[in-house]
């Protein structure tokens, strides 16, 4: 059990072995509840590998949404696999397209067709990366933790604040119920007790919608 503190995470703080990553692929749906209802709209996918360029290897994360309603979204980030430090991101679809590369103390590239120099004061975690982060943390009750991200779409570094609420269930597993302030967006996720698995995640939109990403 883990005191109420509010712990502040640094590249260099987490070091995974790859046996502990829930490397593969899985499916989930899309629901969006709205006004007391619910139905499916659209599919999501991940996948965690291991991949070398040039002789660096790294953890390759891609992830993909694929809804008639909400729209298309495929990005990719690849970072270190002992430390989740980025080495660049890209994303296509229904938020921009967007391609940036980290390294010494700045993180550049273009958002939206406009290009991103933004040099970097301490070393940062990508923000698609933070799903990925919240399944090797410790998490325990009480556990709380605050991610410095770079967030393509504000071109800023964003203080991403985790807490773990309680355990629970999700999928017919154990998991912990972290709820994650992203700043402008608000969600809670499951992460499996053992599997460290991704189980679930609900996302409260600014209309008041629910979306939930469930296996």
Same mark, same amino acid.
Not at 10 to 34: H, W
Not at 51 to 68: F, H, K, M, N, Y
Not at 119 to 125: C, K, Q, T
């Given at each position: 059990?883990?005191?109420?503190?509010?712990?502040t995470?640094?590249?260099?703080?987490i070091?995974?072995?790859?046996g502990?990553l829930?490397?593969?692929?899985?499916?989930?749906?899309?629901?969006?509840?709205?006004?007391?209802k619910?139905?499916?709209?659209?599919?999501?996918?991940?996948?965690?590998?291991?991949?070398?360029?040039r002789?660096?290897?790294?953890?390759?994360?891609?992830?993909?949404?694929?809804?008639?309603?909400?729209?298309?979204?495929?990005?990719?980030?690849?970072?270190?696999? &002992? *430390?989740?430090a980025?080495?660049?991101?890209q994303? #296509?679809? !229904?938020?921009? +397209?967007?391609? %940036?590369?980290? $390294?010494?103390?700045?993180v550049?590239?273009?958002v939206?067709?406009?290009a991103?120099?933004?040099?970097?004061?301490?070393?940062?975690?990508d923000?698609?990366?933070?799903e990925?982060?919240?399944?090797?943390?410790?998490?325990?009750?009480?556990?709380?933790?605050e991610?410095?991200?770079?967030?393509?779409?504000?071109r800023?570094?964003?203080?991403?604040?985790?807490r773990?609420e309680?355990?629970?269930e999700?999928?017919?597993?154990?998991?912990?119920?972290?709820a994650?302030?992203?700043?402008?967006?608000? &969600? *809670?996720?499951?992460?499996?007790?053992?599997?460290? #698995?991704? !189980?679930?995640? +609900?996302?409260? %939109?600014s209309? $008041?919608?629910?979306?939930?990403?469930?296996?």
């Amino acid at each position: 059990m883990h005191d109420a503190t509010l712990h502040t995470l640094a590249v260099g703080d987490i070091r995974v072995s790859l046996g502990d990553l829930p490397l593969g692929q899985n499916r989930k749906r899309v629901l969006l509840t709205e006004n007391g209802k619910t139905r499916t709209v659209g599919t999501t996918g991940e996948v965690l590998s291991i991949a070398s360029e040039r002789g660096v290897i790294s953890l390759r994360r891609v992830q993909t949404l694929d809804s008639r309603e909400l729209g298309m979204l495929r990005v990719e980030v690849l970072m270190s696999p &002992s *430390t989740f430090a980025p080495l660049r991101s890209q994303s #296509a679809g !229904l938020l921009g +397209d967007s391609t %940036l590369a980290y $390294g010494d103390g700045v993180v550049h590239g273009s958002v939206a067709e406009t290009a991103v120099s933004h040099p970097l004061d301490r070393p940062v975690f990508d923000a698609w990366a933070v799903e990925v982060i919240l399944r090797s943390l410790p998490l325990d009750e009480g556990y709380a933790v605050e991610i410095p991200a770079f967030v393509c779409r504000d071109r800023a570094v964003v203080a991403v604040k985790a807490r773990v609420e309680a355990l629970d269930e999700a999928a017919g597993e154990r998991a912990w119920r972290v709820a994650v302030d992203f700043g402008r967006l608000r &969600s *809670t996720y499951w992460v499996g007790t053992e599997t460290r #698995a991704f !189980l679930r995640q +609900d996302l409260l %939109l600014s209309s $008041g919608a629910t979306l939930s990403f469930v296996k």
